[in-house]
Protein backbone atom coordinates (compact mmCIF):
# COMPACT_ATOMS: atom_id res chain seq x y z
CA UNK A 1 0.00 0.00 0.00
CA UNK A 2 3.26 2.02 0.17
CA UNK A 3 3.77 2.53 -3.11
CA UNK A 4 3.67 5.56 -5.16
CA UNK A 5 1.06 3.98 -7.69
CA UNK A 6 -1.24 3.86 -4.48
CA UNK A 7 -0.56 6.80 -2.96
CA UNK A 8 -1.84 8.48 -6.24
CA UNK A 9 -5.13 6.05 -6.17
CA UNK A 10 -5.63 6.35 -2.60
CA UNK A 11 -5.27 10.93 -3.21
CA UNK A 12 -7.70 10.54 -6.33
CA UNK A 13 -10.24 8.55 -4.16
CA UNK A 14 -10.29 11.07 -1.40
CA UNK A 15 -10.35 13.66 -4.12
CA UNK A 16 -13.44 12.50 -5.46
CA UNK A 17 -15.50 11.61 -2.36
CA UNK A 18 -14.85 15.25 -1.28
CA UNK A 19 -15.72 16.87 -4.49
CA UNK A 20 -18.92 14.83 -4.54
CA UNK A 21 -19.55 15.94 -0.70
CA UNK A 22 -19.07 19.21 -1.20
CA UNK A 23 -21.50 18.83 -4.54
CA UNK A 24 -23.79 17.07 -2.20
CA UNK A 25 -23.77 19.94 0.06
CA UNK A 26 -24.48 22.54 -2.61
CA UNK A 27 -27.11 20.31 -4.09
CA UNK A 28 -28.92 20.43 -0.55
CA UNK A 29 -28.96 24.08 0.05
CA UNK A 30 -30.50 24.34 -3.62
CA UNK A 31 -33.08 22.21 -2.87
CA UNK A 32 -33.79 23.81 0.30
CA UNK A 33 -35.16 26.35 -1.82
CA UNK A 34 -36.34 24.66 -4.92
CA UNK A 35 -37.53 21.43 -3.42
CA UNK A 36 -39.29 20.32 -6.15
CA UNK A 37 -36.63 20.40 -9.07
CA UNK A 38 -36.43 16.58 -9.34
CA UNK A 39 -33.45 16.63 -11.64
CA UNK A 40 -31.70 18.32 -8.29
CA UNK A 41 -33.40 15.44 -6.27
CA UNK A 42 -32.18 12.54 -8.67
CA UNK A 43 -28.41 14.41 -9.26
CA UNK A 44 -28.31 13.93 -5.12
CA UNK A 45 -29.28 10.35 -4.90
CA UNK A 46 -27.12 9.77 -7.33
CA UNK A 47 -24.44 11.55 -5.58
CA UNK A 48 -24.93 10.11 -2.29
CA UNK A 49 -24.67 6.60 -3.85
CA UNK A 50 -21.50 7.07 -5.24
CA UNK A 51 -20.11 8.95 -2.37
CA UNK A 52 -21.42 5.64 -0.26
CA UNK A 53 -19.71 3.29 -2.23
CA UNK A 54 -16.15 5.63 -3.10
CA UNK A 55 -16.15 5.69 1.04
CA UNK A 56 -16.77 1.95 1.38
CA UNK A 57 -14.15 1.01 -0.74
CA UNK A 58 -11.40 3.94 0.53
CA UNK A 59 -12.00 2.86 3.96
CA UNK A 60 -11.43 -1.06 2.57
CA UNK A 61 -7.88 -0.40 1.13
CA UNK A 62 -6.59 2.91 3.87
CA UNK A 63 -8.57 2.77 6.86
CA UNK A 64 -10.97 5.04 8.65
CA UNK A 65 -12.10 8.68 7.09
CA UNK A 66 -15.02 8.97 9.67
CA UNK A 67 -15.70 7.69 13.10
CA UNK A 68 -18.28 5.53 11.89
CA UNK A 69 -16.02 2.74 10.56
CA UNK A 70 -16.13 -0.42 12.07
CA UNK A 71 -13.12 -2.65 11.76
CA UNK A 72 -11.51 -5.53 13.92
CA UNK A 73 -7.61 -4.99 12.55
CA UNK A 74 -7.36 -0.96 12.22
CA UNK A 75 -4.43 0.11 14.54
CA UNK A 76 -5.81 3.03 15.45
CA UNK A 77 -2.84 4.37 17.34
CA UNK A 78 0.01 3.10 15.36
CA UNK A 79 -1.53 4.98 11.87
CA UNK A 80 -2.55 8.44 11.20
CA UNK A 81 -5.99 9.78 11.25
CA UNK A 82 -7.30 10.89 7.79
CA UNK A 83 -7.05 14.48 8.56
CA UNK A 84 -3.72 14.59 10.14
CA UNK A 85 -0.52 15.95 7.89
CA UNK A 86 1.00 13.24 5.44
CA UNK A 87 -2.22 11.07 5.84
CA UNK A 88 -3.42 11.63 2.37
Same mark, same amino acid.
Given at each position: ?17 ? =? ?8 ? @? %? *? ?6 S ?7 ? %?????? =????? #?? $? @???P *? ?12 ? $???P????? #?
Amino acid at each position: MNNCCNNVNKQALLHEIM =SLNFAINDLV @L %Y *LDTHPEDSKAICMHNE %YVEKVV =SLTKK #YQ $E @LFGP *LTVNFTSDTWNWID $EPWPWERGA #Y
